[in-house]
């Protein structure tokens, strides 16, 4: 069975943007990262069913 534990592809990052990692249907972690800015979409994957993972959030502006 695929693990759906992770962010789907063009879901929006809100305030938690930062570094994503992609992870295959079975649950296993590829060599493709992706790094978004706050509020915006995460890239389409490589293949279908595959998702995101958060491997780095940037941290918010004093802004």
Do not use: C
């Amino acid at each position: 069975m695929a693990k759906s534990n992770g962010i789907k592809p063009g879901t929006n990052t809100g305030n938690s943007g930062g570094i994503f990692q992609e992870i295959g249907p079975k649950g296993g972690a590829r060599p493709n990262y992706a790094t978004v800015a706050d509020n915006k979409p995460l890239p389409p994957t490589t293949s279908p069913g595959s998702t995101w993972k958060p491997v780095h959030t940037t941290p918010n502006s004093k802004r």
